[in-house]
Nanobody, 123 residues
Framework: QVQLAESGGGLVHPGDSLRLSCSASGRAFNAYGVGWFRQAPGKEREFVATIHYNGGEKNYADSVKGRFTISRDNAKNTVYLQMNSLQPDDTAVYYC????????????????WGQGTQVTVSS
């Protein structure tokens, strides 16, 4: 069973950048599709980005398209979320999830989750 741990969150100003990491332990991480989701206080968990197990296909939420980039390094068992031009609306706890092989925009498709990392964008 793969276990996930997010890192890289923090407090930044509008317009700044952050890179989140989703590090996996366990076997065969390169057989898992990974999704990034976020949850702001009082709101439901929402899709941010997802990547196929081999990195060949990616999808993004419209709200982050052109600002965020998802990538993976299977040799390091890590998926990254590069976030540029951050805005206060991006403030949330960011979670990564894993599922067998394919990517998905739906949080219900993921059975493995990390504990989350807080991103706060404030002036």
């Amino acid at each position: 069973q793969v276990q996930l741990a997010e890192s890289g969150g923090g407090l930044v100003h509008p317009g700044d950048s952050l890179r989140l990491s989703c590090s996996a332990s366990g076997r065969a991480f390169n057989a898992y599709g990974v999704g990034w989701f976020r949850q702001a206080p009082g709101k439901e968990r929402e899709f941010v980005a997802t990547i196929h197990y081999n990195g060949g296909e990616k999808n993004y939420a419209d709200s982050v398209k052109g600002r965020f980039t998802i990538s993976r390094d299977n040799a390091k068992n890590t998926v990254y979320l590069q976030m540029n031009s951050l805005q206060p609306d991006d403030t949330a706890v960011y979670y990564c999830g894993a599922r067998a092989f394919s990517l998905s925009n739906d949080a219900a498709d993921y059975r493995i989750w990390g504990q989350g990392t807080q991103v706060t964008v404030s002036s």
